[in-house]
């Protein structure tokens, strides 16, 4: 399985690749939205998206709206993982497609039990 | 005021036996730290005290572990449990309590009540119009008891096993916390209890949640407030204990009934223990 | 000029800063009140909120620290200035962004600044919110400030 982790934060890419890698995904980074929509056309074709909601150039929400606006997108699953923690950006992510939301700070047990939740890991492995 | 050597070593020795946690020599200042509250909270009058006193009291240990342990509990931990039951628990219950629509739920060692209020969700989720249902929640400790009647949690308690539409649907930011819906609070009582002593009076229950709370106490303590619990639990009715917990090998009124790789305990009955079924 | 009643509470920003350190620099080191530290600030990380809610957060670190702290968030050994930036940048981003939420909104978050040095605020802002700290024995500090009109009556 494949992951994308998107955020304009090198040190937030490192931490994330760490935890996805050590459940056996494979990973790709991009700084920003439209890094990741590039990334994604050229391929590998990840089975996740890691989404950060601020970043120059594209953000995440505009990222997650032009994917699930691509009917042959429709089959990667987008979770965010942000500060922005207010009740209705929750809810506007959810409503413009987000899978799944993560909140900043988390810990990698968070991440694993998002990924668990969504069906892509079980067992600590990816499914 | 400072922690003593001997001290440090019970404490350390302890927390490793129960958690597998490790204290090394140059955090005994965080230990301190962590237990001086708690020292102060039982009356006593500084840490080496409290921790003498831990050695006598168990429900002290347990503090005391809990506080040297930051472990952040999660939502429908396990997940497993939580689907049996929805998909098992539920319809069965739903089908053998027409006559009453009531059903009663015991979280018995409630912590910060996210096992609490992960069941309730569930309840308000499936529970067909006309039924209610009651949860109580039970801890030996008043701080987590209080903690689960404000019905307020951090972000990052809130990352923890939440389904994002969930955390919407049933909870609103309150400073920088989380706090749950007053329909679902309304579903959840508190209520002091510590499962060592013998047992106030309690109505019967149709699932108990009896979950990471047993690796606790010696082995004779476990098997009586099995016992003891048997008797609070409806014949048709439901136990869970944690998902790495069994009752193999103990002598305990209850039957195993693996349920979708979740151990399920049902109630044996007298004649059925008797024939040794 | 009065303080208006929405500003961070300290327990809050402490609590925040807690959690970011626990999720990112781990839990075996606490952030623990201290007394404030007289040395040099040696790095600054600093983001700014801008619409209903305007000011910034910062964190200033001491001689050693952010080396320390990034070492422990990125798991690493050797430092090179921006992996420090990097980490710290972050460490404030979230913060920063968690401080965001307790206010009024909408407001944006700014994109995390670093300094090899002190940051210097400007006549129209206040410092409304310090936590002096220690983690691992080696100084820090949060701050939160808030924008101030010039209107002739701060107090």
Known sequence: MHALIIDDSRAMRMILRRIVTDLGFSCSEAGNGEEALAQIAIGPRPDICLIDWNMPVMDGYTFVTRVRSEADLRDITLMMVTTESEHGQIVRALAAGAHEYVIKPFTPDAIVEKLTLLGLVRDGVPA | MSLSPA??????????????????????????????????????VDVDAYVLRIQRDLVEARKAIDALTINETSWFRDNAPYQVFTDVMLPALLEARGAARHLRIWSA??????????????LHESLPSGWSAEILATDVST???????????????????????????WFTRVGSNWEIAPELRAMVRT?????????????????????????????????????????????????LLGSSETTLDMDVPWHREPIDRVQVLRPLTPAAALTGA | MSLTYDEPQLADVLALAEEVWRSFVGDDEPLLPAEPDPGIVAYAATVTIAGAWN??????????????????????????????ADAVGELVNMVGGNVKSLMPGPSALSLP???????AHSNDTTEICRCDLRWAGLPMAVSVHAHRRQDGHQS
């Open chain 2, 109 to 122: 060692a409630c912590s910060s009540g996210q096992e609490a209020y992960s069941l309730a969700m569930l």
């Open chain 2, 191 to 239: 209520r002091h209890l510590n499962l060592a002593a013998p047992f106030p009076p309690l109505p019967t229950f149709d699932i108990v949640f009896l979950r990471n709370v047993l690796i606790y106490f010696e082995m004779d303590v476990k098997c009586d407030i099995l016992r003891r619990t048997r008797d609070l639990v409806a014949p048709d009715g439901f136990l």
């Open chain 2, 7 to 44: 001290s440090f070593d019970y404490v350390a020795a302890l927390v490793r036996r129960e958690t597998a946690v490790i204290y090394d020599a140059g955090k005994e200042y965080l230990v301190e730290a962590r237990l001086l509250p708690l020292a102060r909270e039982a009356g006593e």
């Open chain 3, 55 to 84: 000011g910034a957060v910062t964190l200033e670190f001491g001689d050693g620290t952010a080396e320390a702290v990034s070492a422990r968030m990125l798991g690493s050994g050797s430092m090179t200035e921006a992996d420090v």
């Open chain 3, 113 to 119: 600044v670093v300094s090899a040095g002190r940051v």
């Open chain 2, 143 to 169: 701080t987590m008891l209080e903690r689960v009647a404000a019905g307020r949690y951090g972000q990052v308690e809130m990352n923890r096993g939440m389904p994002a539409t969930r955390l919407v649907r």
